[in-house]
């Protein structure tokens, strides 16, 4: 469908797509889904105050952001079965005021298999996601323990917050390499019951989702086998 139309147009009834699907039925990038190659400007100042009797450190950053996106999702605002991919590159060139220059490689994949429904709820959706990051430029001094060309916070590999691993606090743990592993069972009750609660009617929230979720992964020295399997939050 995306082939012939890519300007999707979506219908939802009550949260679930009612009109044609737009991928997901079998992996071609030539005929199902759709592919975006994309690229953006970024550019990020911050004052990190250290509470101490030294100045305030700043730290900026710009650069571009280039990314391959492949969505094969049947309705990527709320895929009921399909996958995606994307690859993420990140480069400060270290010009302007940039605080230094670096390098970010990211990788995602997710995986949505349909349940089907039953006697309490009208969708239920198994979610999968993988996601891997390394930063190819970091570069640690032995003697000293400093390290160079890294990302500031805000890039690079780090775990924690409202993305990845959110039992810790955003930016919680920070390294030159990264794993995540997300599992989701979504579940849209039969019964909404919001639209008729006092204060949220007035909201005409159509659907809501009850999830159940398990995450693991950590940050790592090293990109090799043991950052997959070893010492996972």
Avoid: C
Wanted: net charge positive; proline share 5%.
């Amino acid at each position: 469908m995306a082939k012939d139309n890519p300007l999707t147009t979506f219908k939802t009834k009550d949260g679930l797509l009612s009109s044609e699907a737009r991928g997901g039925s079998h992996w071609n990038p030539t005929t199902s889904g759709v592919t975006t190659i994309g690229g953006r400007y970024f550019y990020r100042y911050r004052d990190l105050d250290q509470r101490t009797r030294e100045s305030p450190l700043a730290v900026s950053t710009n650069g571009i952001m280039l990314w391959l996106d492949y969505d094969n999702t049947d309705f990527s605002s709320n895929p009921s079965y399909g996958s995606r991919q994307k690859l993420t590159l990140s480069r400060d060139f270290g010009w302007g005021d940039s605080s230094n220059s670096w390098t970010s490689i990211e990788f995602e994949a997710s995986k949505y298999f349909n349940l089907g429904s039953s006697k309490w709820f009208r969708q239920q959706v198994l979610a999968l996601n993988f996601w891997t990051s390394s930063t190819p430029t970091w570069e640690l001094n032995e003697q000293t323990g400093q390290v160079s060309n890294r990302p500031p916070p805000g890039f690079g590999s780090q775990l924690g917050g409202f993305d990845r691993l959110r039992a810790y606090p955003t930016a919680r743990f920070h390294d030159k390499s990264a794993v995540y592993y997300g599992a989701e069972l979504r579940m849209i009750p039969q019964v909404n019951g919001l639209n008729r609660l006092p204060l949220l009617k007035h909201l005409e929230i159509d659907w809501w989702q009850v999830v159940v979720f398990a995450e693991a992964g950590r940050v790592g020295p090293k990109y090799n086998a043991d950052l997959f399997i070893k010492d996972l939050k």
